[in-house]
């Protein structure tokens, strides 16, 4: 109980100093949406006046007041769940931008990080046990040339080979313009045709790191005294490197799994950026771009708190894998 309670009052210290950290930083950055709205006009001959500075900043609702002030009403607005209107999207509020990009980022990048965990962990495995054989050397010589790739290098990579050479794939996009997005079945394989490219991008770089990660836990267990015995009383090979190696290698990538896991709601921005798929990563660039302080509020909001609430399940997780930590 006493692990719970200290894990509890650290998850709420942490949630409240994201939340002043979220507020702070877009007012750190140097510009603000006015004078990008003022730079865009300025940049077609006309000139600015101050009646047009006040219209745009009545327009896009500018933050007024002491930062004491703004602080304590974004708190508020934060307890009610409003985010305000997105700058960038005048017509609609923060909320409903965020919802519509977020389940193209749940989607992607959840299914993606899950196929890399499984495919990673179990390469992992088998380079681990076959540790010093050509086996091990082909999976760790791979997984150290995928790591090494950016992400955006090879999604352009596979852009330009597979989507503009060969038009295997569409070249930008979520979906097909014109189309409604709805659950009918031939949306959705319109939707998965559009995300095959940016989930390989993903996939790959991705891998490399569960391979290594199960890879080196795996060999570290292989040396326990446990493994010894167990192999000295005849156990068969598939029992020990799946029930007494694996299981216990695994623990470390579990804490890793979970905060991927927690990481999805941020998606991918670069990845998401190159391919213009309509996800959270791609929305945050927008905002960042645009000097949008309410939507990159709460997308950088949405972000924290999902990998604190990661974070915090998976050390109550992990005490029930491991009593070790409760002592």
Not at 115 to 143: P, Q
Request: proline content about 5%.
């Amino acid at each position: 109980m006493r692990y719970v309670l200290r894990k509890v009052a650290l998850f709420v210290l942490t949630v409240w100093a994201a939340v002043t950290l979220n507020f702070a930083l877009p007012r750190l950055m140097p510009g603000s949406p006015v004078d990008a709205a003022l730079s865009k006009l300025a940049a077609t001959g006309q000139q600015i006046t101050n009646a047009q500075r006040k219209a745009i900043e009545i327009q896009l609702g500018a933050p007024h007041g002491s930062l004491l002030g703004q602080y304590w009403d974004y708190l508020k607005n934060i307890a009610q769940l409003k985010f305000g209107r997105s700058y960038s999207f005048p017509t609609e509020t923060v909320a409903h931008t965020i919802g519509k990009a977020l389940p193209w980022t749940l989607v992607l990048v959840g299914a993606t990080t899950i196929f890399a965990f499984i495919v990673g962990t179990v390469l992992g495995v088998y380079a681990g046990w076959r540790r010093g054989t050509r086996a091990d050397s082909s999976v760790t010589i791979g997984a150290t040339f995928f790591a090494g790739v950016p992400p955006f290098w090879l999604g352009l990579l596979l852009l330009y080979a597979l989507a503009y050479k060969l038009n295997w794939f569409a070249i930008k996009g979520g979906y097909t313009p014109g189309l409604t997005p709805n659950l009918s079945l031939s949306f959705l394989s319109d939707a998965a045709q559009h995300s095959v490219l940016p989930a390989l991008t993903l996939a790959i770089t991705t891998l490399s790191g569960w391979v290594f990660g199960m890879r080196n836990n795996m060999i570290n267990v292989l040396g326990e005294d446990y493994i010894t015995f167990a192999e000295a009383n005849g156990l068969r090979t598939r029992t020990i490197a799946l029930l007494y190696t694996a299981r216990n290698a695994l623990l470390p990538n579990v804490t890793s799994f979970g905060l991927s896991l927690g990481a999805v709601v941020g998606g991918s921005v670069l990845v998401e950026s190159v391919f213009s798929y309509p996800g959270l990563g791609n929305l945050l660039y927008i905002a960042v771009t645009n000097h949008d302080f309410p939507l990159m509020q709460a997308l950088l909001l949405v972000i924290c708190l999902s990998m604190l609430v990661a974070i915090f399940i998976v050390d109550l997780l992990y005490a029930r894998l491991d009593p070790r930590v409760l002592r």
